[in-house]
């Protein structure tokens, strides 16, 4: 019965700042990889960003120096914090607990757009 339960997308002018919220219940989350995906129109679902139980984080190179992924294991969340936003981050935005998952939850869209 996990649950990964995104939020906080939306509309943003270029050069913007969003923060994304994955809430998450049915894993013991602090002792889980957690990921931060997107998918944009016509693309493949990209992975953007990892974390370790530990806290240390990977980014893929589209995002490195824009993105910051942190954890809060009191609050079983994972956040996403995007900062000099892009057109080309226009995307729906997904959490998971696997690099390979079967499962989803609904995603957030954020829209980059002036």
């Known amino acids: 019965q996990v649950q990964l339960v995104e939020s906080g997308g939306g509309l943003v002018q270029p050069g913007g700042s969003l923060r994304l919220s994955c809430k998450t219940s049915?894993?013991?989350?602090?002792?889980?990889?957690m990921y931060w995906f997107r998918q944009a129109p016509g693309t493949e679902r990209e992975l953007v960003a990892q974390?370790?139980?530990?806290?240390?984080?990977y980014y893929s190179t589209s995002v490195k120096g824009r993105f910051t992924i942190s954890r809060d294991n009191a609050r079983n969340t994972l956040y996403l914090q995007i900062n000099d936003v892009k057109p080309e981050d226009t995307a729906v935005y997904y959490c998971?607990?696997?690099?390979?998952?079967?499962?989803w939850g609904q995603g957030t869209q954020v829209t980059v757009s002036s």
């Open positions: 998971n607990d696997r690099r390979f998952a079967d499962y």
């Open positions: 049915g894993i013991t989350f602090a002792s889980y990889y």
């Open positions: 974390i370790t139980p530990a806290g240390d984080a």
